[in-house]
């Protein structure tokens, strides 16, 4: 089967975190005029689309993923002629924007909840889970991802009804079909406006098992792996798709938990039918151990290739997926993959230069193009993150631990406000976020770390990402080659080939803070071979025989 090319393969997107990107009005909290007085910067590092995170109405439990109405847009960030602006000024730079689309469930302040909730009558009742429980016990052994029963009793009607999130993010049943058809409604709303596609939230969650049966829960587990990939994810996905984007050549990108590699080929496919790509997590949750939320594992380099490596052969002539480290649920990689003291700069660029190079489209996250990094939360009180809160109140509840401090470091190893701190602009106060109070403290390195200062640094990780953009929108062999790894077992280095036609492409990745010897396996022939990147951490890259990698070396090059 020969693949499409549509314009979101080769696209590099950079996802923006409305709340954390840029504040026009001193209130602390970002907002869209904000983000339209950043266009240049965003034009100037060469990204090709903006994948905006929620800005609809929304009591902000989880920062927008709870939505109480799909069709304005929340008063913090602005209003819709501000949003029609964006979309327009974007569109003038050529640049698509991609919305976020929170489906799974809606806040419960969403008038179709408030409706269902009142009585077992409501026209809108059958829009959710809605069970009656046995004597005030919830229905089934179902744990909300952030602790505590995926079920809340609901004193009205008696009854419980199920979120797998938070208690004010209700899930919807996608088996009705009045649900389906207001939803597809929504997205076409938005797609009439002109925006370019959706990331679809938690998209894989929306088909529950038949008879919502008890989970067999073992350690650390929620339910979520028996509510993931249920019996009509494709069906309804294909059935949004055919309705929505597919027929406005809009890019559809699934957020998908708990996701293997034959599932993903059940979602994603070369036609307007199916979703353009998916988001899997198996890389980020290397280092996620079983138990509490923020429980912590060591990773080895050559489990990180196996997945990647499972990832990549998998997809191939099969679908397609996004390539990322960064978002706003996850820490900074650098902090987390890389080293953020002695080599922040190195290892920031390091992982750049794998995400640019692997088969699918990178989705940058902001402030990873600066090498921001983890800030440190030294109270509980500093903290936002709603799943953090909620997960540590209920260990405290439920006296699995004391108290926040006996799980701090760990927590500010985990916790997603990791990603969510503001973005810093300059050393000016709050790093130039905000003239204001900001909503969640700026990190403390903002005066070293800054896009004024990394914009003009020799070794600048901003020019490598902007460099990294452009090349890999010379070289197809980087988008559509195929990916062939290389020393499967070397404990320091990550090397692959990418090849298409006869071009062919190696990437020599050190992941790590020593030395490491670097031998080009036999089994790759070549005679010459030419730096296409590096990031510049030795004076001559150019040799590639018997090369001494130094701490966190990255370059990607052609060989003859
Ligand atoms: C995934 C989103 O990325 C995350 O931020 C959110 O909390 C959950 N889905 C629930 O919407």
Redesign the pocket.
């Known amino acids: 089967m020969s693949e499409r090319t549509p314009w979101w393969k080769e696209a590099t997107i950079y996802q923006i975190y409305p709340r954390s990107f840029n504040d026009s009005n001193g209130d602390g909290v970002g907002d869209i005029p904000g983000i339209v007085k950043k266009l240049d910067y965003l034009d100037e590092l060469g990204i090709d689309a903006v994948w905006l ?1 929620p800005v609809y109405g929304s009591p902000d439990v ?2 927008g ?2 939505v109480s109405n799909y069709r304005e847009i929340a008063e913090e960030y602005g209003t819709m002629a501000d949003f029609d602006r964006l979309l327009d000024r974007l569109h003038n730079r050529g640049i698509k924007l991609i919305m ?1 689309l ?1 489906i ?2 809606t806040s419960d302040e969403h008038e179709w909840f408030v409706d269902a909730r009142q009585s077992i009558e409501s026209e809108y009742r059958e829009y959710y889970f809605w069970r009656p429980g046995n004597d005030d016990m919830p229905p089934n052994n179902w744990r909300s991802l952030w602790g505590g029963s995926a079920w809340t009793h609901d004193e009205a009607t008696g009854e419980h009804y199920l979120h797998l ?1 938070h208690e004010k ?1 209700a899930d919807l049943d996608w088996d009705n079909p009045d649900v389906r058809e207001d939803l597809f409604d929504i997205a076409n709303w938005w797609l009439d406006k002109g925006i370019d596609g959706f990331r679809l ?2 998209i894989n969650l929306i088909s529950k098992p038949d008879g919502l049966p008890d989970a067999d829960l073992k350690e650390g587990l929620t339910g979520l792996n028996v509510v993931a990939n249920g019996p009509q994810v494709a069906e309804h996905l294909q059935e949004f798709c055919r309705r929505t984007t597919g027929k406005h050549d809009a890019v559809t990108i699934g ?1 998908m ?1 708990e996701l293997s590699v034959e599932e993903a080929r059940r979602y994603v496919g070369d036609d307007d039918e199916n979703l353009s790509m998916l988001l899997n997590f198996e890389h980020v949750e290397l280092d996620r151990g079983t138990g509490a939320r923020w429980a912590a594992r060591d990773w080895t380099l050559p489990e990180l290739k196996e997945v990647v490596n499972r990832w990549q052969r998998g997809l191939e002539g099969e679908g397609w997926q996004g390539i990322y480290f960064n ?3 996850q820490p900074r990689a650098v902090s987390r993959l890389g080293d953020d003291e002695t080599y922040r700069r190195e290892s920031a660029t390091m992982l750049a230069t794998m995400i640019f190079t692997l088969r699918g489209t990178p989705l940058l996250y902001q402030g990873e193009e600066i090498g921001m990094t983890n800030p440190r939360f030294e109270s509980f009180d500093e903290i936002r993150d ?2 953090t809160i909620r997960s540590v109140e209920h260990a405290v509840e439920t006296s699995a631990i004391s108290d926040f401090e006996e799980v701090k470091d760990l927590i500010n190893a985990r916790t ?1 406000d990791n990603a969510r701190t503001p973005m810093q602009w300059s050393d000016a106060s709050n790093g130039g976020f905000t003239n204001g109070d900001p909503w969640i403290k700026v990190n403390d390195d903002y005066k070293d770390v800054n896009v004024t200062s990394e914009r003009d640094h020799p070794n600048s990780i901003w020019a490598h990402y902007r460099d990294l953009i452009a090349l890999r929108d010379q070289h197809s062999v980087l988008v559509y080659g195929k990916f062939r790894l290389l020393l499967p077992d070397h404990p320091q280095i990550f090397s692959y080939l990418r090849t298409l036609d006869d071009e062919r492409i190696l990437v020599v990745l050190n992941f790590s803070a020593e030395t490491a010897t670097f031998r080009v396996p036999d089994a790759v022939e070549y005679e010459e071979s030419e730096v296409l990147s590096h990031n510049g951490v030795r004076d001559d890259p150019s040799s590639l025989a018997g090369t001494d990698l130094e701490p966190y070396e990255a370059g990607i090059y052609r060989l003859l």
């Open positions: 995170s989880d920062n993923y709870d976020d929170v799974n469930h999130f993010q939230d938690s957020e938990p978002n706003h649920d709603i799943a997603r």
